[in-house]
């Protein structure tokens, strides 16, 4: 992160060494993957660099060869004390105990106590095997863990019903870590029974995290999983009300004989818990817990699990300072170039006067003034800190054809009188692809389709079926005209096409419009650039060093955004070989990213179950969310860039708040598979979602109307049907309630629920869909592959 | 315990020359190997996600491998899935292993070259309308989509909601009458009832025009559509009603403000009805029922020519319900009439070339059979005949003309080929008229 910041200070002043001084930074970044490492010393190292290339004192340079040897010092010290930590842990009576006996042996032979002597001998014989001593935890340990796992969950199904739902989250740490624990003090047969008389209580939430854990059986494997790294790397954080956590606290203190004393060692040793006061915090009101226990399944809480960090801020440390402290988000349009304004706006008045707009429209400038009005309330990014290419005749045409199309636009209001916004939807369904097509990608302009596919070839066709023509006259096609276009080059499956911005083609424009560009990203490691006229690869960029799995354009072009299997997100401009930045902090690969609408905000989802919001113009996370129980598949931010959607492979999508950094809600229905694409309405009050289950799915943004209102403003006359909805309702959930009391305990609800925000499924046949996008017009338009 | 047997294990280190492995070590190399194939695993399913994929196939492995590290295992790739076979080593042993096809040099080499696959296409369609999935084939029909969970059920969920999205097991109807104005509502009545008007010309003609020609009225789409289906198949022996609803038919096909694309496929059945139908209008003039037929196929060209972009199979399909129709000796001859000028309409001459002229033979029989019978099928196998001719005569549109002093008249020799091309009936009519571009055209000179 250091090194990024580096590389945007320089860019921002525009020197002239800028090349020079990013170049050796980032050179060195491919072969080692930038990881947050001891982060001070690195920063004065990088530092003292470019300082030394610039003027080469002595006394700098020797500075620095003592700050080297001191970090090697230290890194020597620190495996030192790993490895010493180890050997405590796998042989817990070391080697002196061995000594003292001989030397008493010794002397019981010297003095004559020979029945003393062979007392000891006996004693001692069960305890050395091949110079080894064994492990003394015979009786005191040994099942402890499952003893006091076992008492704890008895004791809080037990419990009251108001402290239920909060303490049963308890469990799962308390069984991960008890699991970690007895596999890293060698009992692999009680850890695997452990594991597997236990594991199905958390099947439904933590099913990725299961299936991780359960073939680690050798201490050896707790050092190498990824997922017991981050769990014994990190503190689990827990959210608890106070008489709850006393509660518990006093019956571990109660139980200390029978385990209770390693469970309240685990909550003090790995996990961090968080008191509130039930009355400060409405999530621990009766009402919420009864609303919670009519779902099937329980989810964490945004601020609870294993990066343990205040909810959306990004920082994880220990520094009570800094924790909750949310970084300013600078979440408004970016405003566009004032060269560029005045064109857009003399191109609109000229187009006005021609064609006068049908009476109760706006008028095409009147229009443009409202979609680049500033609100308020909100900052917004400056050009000068995301520099931007100046701008052609072509950017002014598609800014005037974006204009044109927002004013025509089908308008969708939200809900009125309880029904949905009439949404189309236009399909693309494709045959014989025998299930090798990886991923798609639609052109702004509505006229190319691109298809990425496992034999590390590119397809792109024409949407109307009609053949692909040269874009500009001087072109003369050699193939034979056709409506589709391979682009070979990849040498490994390719995992993400788009399409670089462009706008449907008009009559009379000043530039063409057309799709130019088109980026793709492979398991060959590198991203490529094609060029859509002349159909040929352009650019290569390489600097991932593992697998790119997901790629996405700025908003305005020029800039887009990586991730790959390297855990790391990179930024690039077109015009430089080099990524402008890297983004790392992620503790498993960066699945899928996406850009802010207003380019100064990139986010990436991992399959550590985490978001992040990064700031392009420093490098740093500025946002961080947890509460994803599965695999993140598809990302989307709002086009008023409010709000971020996330999707999972559990058939989750989340939607996050940007600027306070919470969880707006959680919307379910898909089924399990992955959620491939997400995205946005233009007045963002909407979201398409579809799915490797065949559907595509539409989702209300705002939360729906309170119900009982509603229902009477609109029934009206039939005000005796409406009262016994009503009664229907309250009557269900005192039902739920009530049975969820006497012992039910974590029973393995219905697959899909399917929540009330949902306003439309449509499935399709046999086709999982890939690839769902609103046009700038409101219309859907989605792809998949018909998989009889 | 693990599920990777030590077993095993020893196998190994025996094939690399340790003889005696302790049972511990061997014990904790298991475990370790069953967690080395899990860390595969993981990663090879992160390929399979990102390759859009539920099922995990070899490659993935290989990709996972790669990724490790580790040189991958050759000789696994394969983009269906394996076979396994099955073996037994001793009461539940079974020993599963991959068949390997035994290849025999000689015969590949020799063996004719694979079919290629098929290449890769893609086909549009509307998956939903304004909110609503339309039932055309290329959406799943609601049985098929039952056990699908669809919509959100529970006191929170919204039943209009779940009615919007066409889900038939939910009592509630959609609240149409909200989303209707009041306005639109009279409108569509008005309008309904004047089409069906019988006594006044003036009220038809006014409907007509207001349905062609006035803006706004898009949200009354569907139900004229759903009137119109209705109309027709409730109303086949009321040719006054069949005609009327074909008008309007016409009318919003025509008017340049709606958007009717979505609705083809329920529009068309009601005018295939009303082209190829079996009996139309009871027993009312058989030239009203000729002239609706006529108007039906055109009404079939012109959708056929409107909306054949927006669907790709919207021509094949509705030339295939007209051949059948043509080929089916059964069906009275009013349906042939129908539906050989449903073909020309939709495909123009080239149909006509495609489909008709290589039926024609066997047709002309049963055609002249009837004309020769001289009972109440006569006249309309007439009127067949005509129209055959006048398709056919469209066959040399677009021909270069004949060069000066070629004969006028259809010679003998032209005629003998005629007959055999088209039988004698048509020859002769053809010959009689004097059409000797038209017999070019059918023989293909």
């Known amino acids: 992160m250091p090194r990024s910041k580096k590389g945007g200070r320089s860019r921002k002043k525009k020197q002239p060494e800028t090349a020079a001084s990013t170049a050796p930074v980032t050179s060195e970044a491919p072969t080692a993957p930038v990881l947050p490492g001891p982060s001070d010393n690195s920063r004065e190292d990088a530092s003292v660099s470019t300082a030394a290339r610039q003027e080469p004192t002595i006394s700098q340079l020797a500075r620095r060869r003592l700050e080297l040897e001191l970090l090697t010092a230290q890194q020597a010290l620190t495996a030192m004390l790993i490895e010493e930590q180890r050997t405590l842990v796998t042989k817990p009576s070391a080697l002196p105990p061995v000594e003292e006996k001989t030397d008493v042996i010794d002397y019981l032979a010297k003095k004559g106590y020979t029945r003393t002597e062979a007392m000891l001998r006996m004693e001692s014989a069960n305890q050395e095997i091949d110079g080894r001593s064994l492990p003394q935890l015979s009786e005191d340990q040994r099942p402890k863990y499952r003893q006091g796992f076992d008492l704890t969950k008895v004791w809080i199904e037990d419990n009251l019903d108001l402290y239920k739902p909060e303490l049963r989250r308890v469990l799962w740490p308390l069984f991960v870590y008890s699991f970690l624990d007895l596999v890293s003090s060698f009992y692999p047969q009680d850890a695997k029974q452990f594991f597997e008389t236990n594991k199905n209580l958390f099947l439904p939430e933590h099913a990725e995290d299961i299936r991780a854990l359960e073939p680690i059986s050798l201490p050896e494997h707790v050092q190498d999983n990824t997922v017991a790294k981050i769990y014994r790397g990190n503190k689990y954080r827990l959210i608890l009300s106070n008489p709850a956590f006393s509660n518990l606290m006093q019956f571990l203190e109660n139980k200390h004989k029978e385990g209770g004393s390693v469970m309240s060692a685990i909550l003090s040793s790995y996990c961090t818990i968080i008191t509130k006061e039930r009355a400060a915090d409405d999530r621990f009101s009766f009402a919420a817990m009864l609303g919670r226990a009519r779902e099937s399944e329980t989810f964490p809480a945004e601020d609870e699990g294993i990066p343990g960090h205040h909810p959306g801020s990004a920082y994880t440390g220990d520094n009570p300072a800094m924790t909750g402290t949310l970084p300013r988000l600078k979440l408004g349009k970016l405003p566009p170039e004032p060269e560029l304004e005045g064109d857009v706006r003399a191109e609109l008045e000229e187009y006005d006067a021609k064609n006068p707009p049908p009476p109760g429209r706006n008028t095409l400038v009147q229009e443009y003034d409202q979609m680049i009005k500033k609100e308020e309330d909100e900052e917004a990014p400056s050009r000068a800190e995301i520099p931007f290419p100046p701008s052609t005749a072509r950017d002014v045409a598609i800014e005037v054809q974006r204009v044109k199309e927002n004013r025509d636009r089908f308008r969708i209001e939200g809900r009125t009188g309880g029904v949905g916004p009439a949404v189309s939807v236009c399909m693309f369904t494709f045959h014989n692809t025998y299930d090798r097509l990886t991923c798609l990608d639609f052109s702004d302009d509505n006229m190319l389709v691109a298809a990425g596919f496992e034999e590390s070839y590119i397809r792109v066709w024409s949407l109307d079926g009609k053949e692909i023509k040269p874009t500009h006259a001087g072109l003369e096609d050699v193939t034979p005209p056709s409506n589709s276009k391979r682009l070979f080059g990849h040498s490994g499956p390719v995992y993400a096409v788009a399409f670089a911005p462009s706008a449907a083609r008009t009559e009379g424009e000043l530039a063409p419009t057309n799709a130019r560009w088109l980026l793709s990203s492979s398991a060959d490691k590198t991203i490529r650039l094609w060029s859509l006229d002349l159909w040929q690869c352009m650019v290569v960029y390489k600097g991932h060093d593992q697998p790119v799995w997901d790629l996405s354009w700025g908003p305005f072009g020029y800039y887009f955004v990586s991730g790959g299997h390297d855990k790391t997100a990179r930024l690039w401009v077109t015009d430089r070989i080099r990524q402008q930045r890297i983004f790392a902090g992620h503790d498993q690969d960066v699945d899928c990213v996406c850009f802010h609408p207003n380019s100064a905000y990139v986010f990436t989802g991992s399959c550590d179950h985490t978001v992040r919001m990064w700031a392009v113009t420093t490098g740093n996370c500025v946002r961080m969310f947890t509460g994803h129980t599965g695999n993140i598949t598809a990302l989307a931010c709002s086009r008023n860039g409010k709000i971020l959607a996330s999707a999972d492979d559990h058939g989750s999508i989340f939607l996050w708040d940007l600027a306070p950094g919470r969880l707006l809600k959680r919307m379910r229905g898909h089924g399990k598979g992955g959620i491939w694409s997400l995205s946005w309405n233009v007045e963002s009050n909407v979201l398409v979602s579809g799915g490797a289950d065949g559907t595509v799915r539409v989702w209300d943004i705002n939360p729906p109307a309170p119900e009982p209102s509603g229902s009477q403003t609109r029934a009206g006359g039939e005000g005796s049907s409406g009262t016994k909805i009503d009664t229907n309702a309250t009557a269900a959930s005192t039902q739920a309630s009530a049975s969820v009391g006497p012992g039910a305990g974590k029973k393995k609800g219905k697959e899909n629920v399917v929540t009330p925000d949902q306003i439309s499924a449509f499935p399709t046949k046999k086709s999982p869909v890939y690839k769902v996008k609103f046009t700038n017009m409101n219309l859907i338009i989605a792809g998949g592959a018909y998989l009889p | ?445």
């Not at chain 2, 056929?304 to 295939?320: E, V, W």
């Open chain 2, 1 to 445: 315990m693990s599920v990777w047997n030590p077993d095993n294990i020893r196998d190994v280190a025996e094939s690399v020359g340790i003889a005696n492995l302790n049972n511990d070590v061997a014990d904790n190399l298991a475990r370790d190997v069953e967690y080395r194939i899990a860390q595969v695993l993981e990663e090879a399913l992160k390929f399979m996600r990102h390759g859009r994929r539920t099922v995990l196939t070899t490659q993935d492995i290989s990709n996972a491998l790669r990724v490790l590290d580790v040189e991958p295992l050759y000789g696994y790739e394969s983009t269906r899935p394996l076979r396994f076979g099955e073996a037994s080593l001793g009461p539940g042993q079974p020993l599963f292993y991959v068949e390997d096809e035994e290849v025999d040099f000689e015969k590949l080499i020799n063996a004719p070259l694979p079919k290629i696959p098929r290449e890769v296409t893609f086909t549009a369609h509307w998956l939903a309308v304004e909110g609503v999935q339309p039932s055309i084939p290329q959406n799943p029909t609601s049985a098929e989509s039952r056990n699908l969970e669809l919509v959100s059920k529970g006191p929170n969920a919204n039943p209009t909601l779940a009615a919007m999205s066409g889900n038939q097991n939910v009592a509630v109807k959609p609240l149409v009458k909200h989303v209707l104005s009041k306005e639109l509502q009279l409108y569509f009545e008005k309008v309904c009832n004047a089409f069906l008007d019988e006594s006044s010309e003036e009220y038809r003609t006014s409907a007509y025009s207001s349905l062609r020609e006035d803006p706004g009225l898009h949200q009354l789409v569907p139900y004229f559509v759903q009137f119109i289906s209705e109309k027709v198949t409730h109303s086949l022996k009321d040719i006054f009603v069949l005609s009327q609803v074909m008008r309007m038919t016409e009318a919003l096909i025509l008017n340049k403000s709606l958007y009717v694309d979505p609705y083809v496929a329920s529009l068309v059945p009601p005018v295939l009805t009303c082209l190829i139908g079996r009996q139309l209008g009871g027993n009312a003039d058989l030239s009203e029922q000729f002239a609706l037929r006529d108007f039906a196929a055109s009404l079939i060209g012109l959708i056929a020519k409107k909306y054949s972009h927006a669907s790709h199979t919207l021509k094949p399909r509705l030339a295939r319900s007209c051949l059948k129709n043509f080929l089916d000796p059964a069906k009275p001859f009013g349906t042939h009439y129908g539906a050989i000028i449903g073909l020309h309409a939709v495909g123009g001459p080239d149909v006509v070339r495609e489909l008709i002229l290589p039926n024609l033979k066997p047709y002309e029989k049963l055609l002249r059979d009837a004309i020769a019978e001289d009972g109440p099928r006569r006249p309309e196998a007439e009127k067949v005949l005509g129209a055959l001719l006048a398709v056919l005569s469209t066959l040399h549109e677009g021909r270069a003309h004949m060069a000066n002093g070629h004969a006028a008249i259809v010679t003998d020799e032209l005629r003998e080929q005629l007959n055999e091309k088209v039988g004698e009936l048509i020859a002769a009519k053809i010959a009689e008229a004097g059409d000797v571009q038209t017999a070019h055209a059918i023989l293909g000179h």
